[in-house]
């Protein structure tokens, strides 16, 4: 019984402490004002990056000059393919099969991040494919967990170099 | 219908002092809220006639990018950069007092994803599950963030820890 009473007040004044906090936040950026052109800066910008994504989307996949580095459509910073020094003749090899069970939904968020690609090729993607961002970072980091190129070259998605 | 009707030009006029306040609380900074938002609407003014609810779009884009900058810098550091217009932005005074208010110089101490666990939940009230959906975590993790954030913030504002 007194420790209920004792909870009772200890949770009283943690929701006091919140509310305050509420109301600090509130506070603290009350009076903040965008800048005037603010407007102008942002639909220039915007001009800017669907010129853009026209150029992109007009090369042809073979090849795309992306932040200085050639884009193919892999990961410039997926590990590249080393063939051994020599020859494995006894070791069984594992390897992913169509048959394993596919990453889960976080996971395979994970692996698209560890790829450096950003919430922005996200978005290109769920365009492409239909599908609303966060599939698309499941679906993207599938692909690269089977070592799948992304449609990178047709539609500028690029990680991000390192 | 983009904004319900509304125009990109009126939806940055009137919101957009709300939305840098929303930033500047995400990311600490006055300058790198600026970034954040101008980043923002640019690509909303891209897409802007697929966006159904602008408000809420811009303030799951803002989050996201907070959060997926502290996912990549997790594995790699990365600078964000100022962008040349800062250069020669005039400041408004209140953008000076955010970045010195005391919630503020805390918030900027906790790590991003903390941090916006607890602007999205005490500022802009979002529910648990609600920032769990946009920030692409589990409800459990918003909760473990949010009870950390919180213990932090306590004790980085000096405030008696009530248990």
């Known amino acids: 019984m007194v420790n209920d009473r004792g909870n009772d007040r200890a949770n009283e004044r943690a929701n006091d402490w919140e509310d305050g906090l509420r109301r600090e936040l509130g506070l603290a950026v009350q009076d903040v004002q965008a800048r005037e052109d603010l407007l102008g800066v942002v639909r220039e910008g915007g001009r800017r990056r669907v010129r853009r994504r026209r150029a992109l989307t007009a090369v042809p996949a073979a090849g795309l000059v992306v932040g200085g580095a050639v884009w193919a459509g892999v990961a410039r910073t997926a590990p590249a393919p080393v063939a051994p020094a020599t020859p494995v003749t006894s070791a069984p090899v594992l390897e992913p099969t169509p048959s394993e069970a596919p990453l889960s939904f976080e996971v395979a968020i994970q692996v698209f991040y560890a790829h450096h690609y950003e919430y922005d090729d996200a978005e290109i993607l769920a365009d492409l494919w239909q599908v609303d961002v966060s599939e698309a970072k499941a679906k993207a980091g599938r692909l690269l967990d089977d070592g799948q190129p992304l449609p990178g070259a047709e539609l500028g998605v690029s990680p991000e170099s390192p | ?163």
């Open chain 2, 1 to 163: 219908m983009p904004g319900v009707g509304g125009s990109f030009e009126e939806f940055v006029s009137t919101g957009s002092d709300r939305l840098l306040g929303l930033a500047v609380l995400l990311t600490g900074d006055r300058g790198h809220a600026e970034d954040l938002l101008q980043d923002v609407l640019e690509r909303m003014y891209v897409k802007w006639r697929r966006i159904d609810d602008p408000h809420a779009y811009a303030r799951t884009a803002l989050a996201r990018k907070v959060t997926d900058r502290w996912r990549s810098r997790a594995r790699r550091p990365r600078e964000v950069g100022l962008e040349d217009w800062h250069d020669h932005a005039v400041s408004d005074g209140a953008g000076q007092r955010a970045d010195r208010s005391r919630v503020v110089a805390a918030l900027r101490e906790l790590p991003p994803r903390q941090r916006a666990v607890i602007v999205l939940r005490y500022f802009e009230d979002w529910s648990e599950e609600q920032i769990a959906d946009q920030l692409d975590v589990s409800r459990g993790t918003v909760k473990s963030q949010a009870s950390k954030g919180l213990a932090n913030l306590r004790e980085l504002m000096g405030v008696e820890v009530p248990w």
